[in-house]
């Protein structure tokens, strides 16, 4: 079931990727069109209106300029879902790339009072892999735990790596509400629990570690929350 799974949506990104390639630039230019006109707008009506009646044009026109965001990056996931660029593969240090994504997240999940820590044990456990994708994957499981916890105005997210055999297993484990209803979806294409989400995001991160030869799932956290684990060799080949 689970070769049948992977051939078909093999099948079904090869032909998504030919349409997506095609219309990707068609779509693009009016999508920049769109944004410049929204954006001289608001400023005509900064300029020329009062402030209770230029209130008036600047909500629907900040709704148009969130769905226009969406647009944009609903079509990047696309893009990158249907052409993938080749894995730069090399030995790469765990404790390294835990370190990189805490730099670039902790200011955000301070922001939401949510504290971000990392770990790894042995501290000199490697692996094989692309740097840039492996933190993609890492930015958007944070994301997701961020998103689980905003609802809560705190909470706390860890990054926790260790060695098993000739795998790493990498988590991150977090403290919110735990799995929603239909978890077991949420790596399908268009599946997502977030108001704005283009329901892309955990497709992405299980389409770059399936590259990786690895695999990666949600589980309950025993004490309440979500770990989404990435088992992943640490050689390739």
Same mark, same amino acid.
Do not use: F, H, W, Y
């Given at each position: 079931r689970e070769l049948e799974r992977k051939n078909a949506e093999s099948a079904a990104l090869a032909a998504m990727? #030919?349409?997506?390639?095609?219309?990707?630039h068609e779509i693009r230019n009016p999508l920049n069109a769109a944004r410049l006109q929204l954006e001289l707008l608001q400023r005509r009506t900064n300029r020329y209106m009062k402030a209770a009646e230029a209130e008036h044009i600047k909500q629907p026109a900040s *709704?148009?300029?969130e %769905?226009? #965001?969406?647009?944009s990056s609903l079509l990047d996931d696309f893009l990158q879902l249907a052409r993938p660029r080749e894995l730069e593969i090399r030995p790469l240090s765990v $404790?390294?790339?835990?370190?990189?994504v805490?730099? @670039? %997240? %902790?200011?955000?999940?301070?922001?939401?009072?949510?504290? @971000?820590?990392?770990?790894?044990?042995? =501290?000199d456990l490697m692996l094989h892999g692309d740097m840039d994708k &492996?933190?993609?994957? @890492?930015?958007? &499981? *944070? =994301?997701?735990?961020?998103? !689980? &916890?905003?609802? &809560?105005?705190?909470g706390s997210i860890?990054?926790?790596?260790? !060695? $098993?055999a000739r795998e790493a297993i990498i988590e991150v484990i977090d403290d919110g509400p735990g799995l929603p209803e239909g978890a077991a979806k949420v790596f399908q294409p268009f599946v997502s629990g977030k108001q704005m989400g283009t329901g892309l995001g955990l497709t992405i991160v299980r389409r770059i570690i399936e590259r990786h030869g690895g695999e990666v799932t949600l589980l309950p956290n025993p004490e309440g929350g979500t770990v989404a684990r990435i088992i992943i060799p640490t050689r390739q080949g």
């Open positions: 990727g #030919t349409l997506t390639t095609g219309l990707a *709704i148009v300029s %769905e226009l #965001t969406r647009l $404790q390294d790339i835990l370190n990189s805490r730099r @670039l %997240e %902790e200011p955000v999940a301070n922001n939401e009072n949510v504290s @971000l820590t990392c770990s790894v044990v042995p =501290d &492996l933190k993609q994957v @890492l930015i958007n &499981l *944070i =994301d997701n735990s961020l998103s !689980a &916890l905003r609802p &809560l105005g705190r860890r990054m926790e790596a260790r !060695a $098993q």
